[in-house]
């Protein structure tokens, strides 16, 4: 889910050169509870030019999974991307 927004977004690829994958060492936490859930979690994002962080933070209601923040931390860029922030959250 939030890799399809992070390679729809053409930020991402300026900066980071094409072929965005995501790395292995995901890290964070997933808190299902059936119907509903958090999770919050940090992938890393790879291109042909560089290399980034993508903080994830979504909600579970109703069995389905909504991304309500997504930023993208550039290595080498000081403020980061904000490709997803419905409820305004303040990003550093």
Same mark, same amino acid.
């Given at each position: 889910?939030?890799?399809? &927004?992070?390679?729809? =977004?053409?930020?991402?690829?300026?900066?980071?050169?094409?072929?965005? /994958?995501?790395?292995?060492?995901?890290?964070?936490?997933?808190?299902?509870? @059936?119907?509903?859930?958090?999770?919050?979690? *940090? !992938?890393? &994002?790879? @291109?042909?030019?560089? *290399?980034? /962080?993508?903080? &994830? *933070?979504?909600?579970?209601? @109703?069995?389905?999974?909504?991304?309500?923040?997504?930023? %993208? $931390? %550039?290595?080498? &860029?000081?403020?980061?991307? %904000?490709? !997803? $922030?419905?409820?305004? =959250?303040? %990003?550093?």
């Amino acid at each position: 889910m939030a890799m399809e &927004v992070i390679r729809a =977004e053409p930020r991402v690829p300026a900066l980071i050169g094409d072929d965005v /994958t995501a790395g292995f060492m995901v890290v964070g936490s997933v808190r299902d509870e @059936g119907e509903t859930g958090t999770a919050r979690l *940090s !992938i890393p &994002v790879h @291109g042909t030019a560089g *290399s980034a /962080t993508a903080d &994830v *933070s979504a909600i579970r209601a @109703g069995g389905r999974w909504e991304l309500r923040l997504l930023t %993208v $931390n %550039v290595d080498g &860029v000081r403020k980061p991307l %904000v490709l !997803i $922030n419905p409820d305004n =959250e303040r %990003v550093r």
